[in-house]
């Protein structure tokens, strides 16, 4: 099963840009995605980490560090994500058999090419984007 640390931290940072106040709370933000404000409180310090938001002590998140046109998904998936590869091989097979001899290498080979492209596609995808769609589905 795939983490789901991704798209909360991208929930979070649409919640922090479409803010009408300058502070919001890790209770409203995870009122927002359903979840628990702990969980909020330990994506945020990942995002802030990473320079995706701005915080401070006594007003909780006070905005985003960076423009929403200069935060990409992969942004987001390389600061919340522990493992940041999609897939990875087993280990141990059998090198006896012409299968298990080869078959570490050949999947090491397609599974980088998988990934160099998941992680294009995602740093071509913004923040912005994500904003837009959103607005449009909220108004349609």
Known sequence: ??????????????????SPVSNVTSDHIAGSIGTNPALVRRLMSQLKK????????????????KATESITL???????????RIFDVHTDPN??????????????????QVQSDFEA???GITLSDILETLQQRSTS
Not at 74 to 84: G, M
């Open 1 to 18: 099963m795939f983490s789901t640390k991704t798209s909360v931290g991208i929930h979070i940072l649409c919640v922090i840009a479409s």
């Open 74 to 84: 992969l942004n987001v998936f390389q600061a919340v994500e522990r493992e940041q």
């Open 50 to 65: 990473a320079g995706l938001i701005r915080t401070s002590t006594k007003l909780g998140v006070v905005g985003l560090a």
């Open 95 to 112: 090198p006896q058999c012409p299968v298990g001899a080869n078959i570490e290498r050949t999947l090491t080979q397609v599974y980088g």
């Open 121 to 123: 596609r995602l740093s």
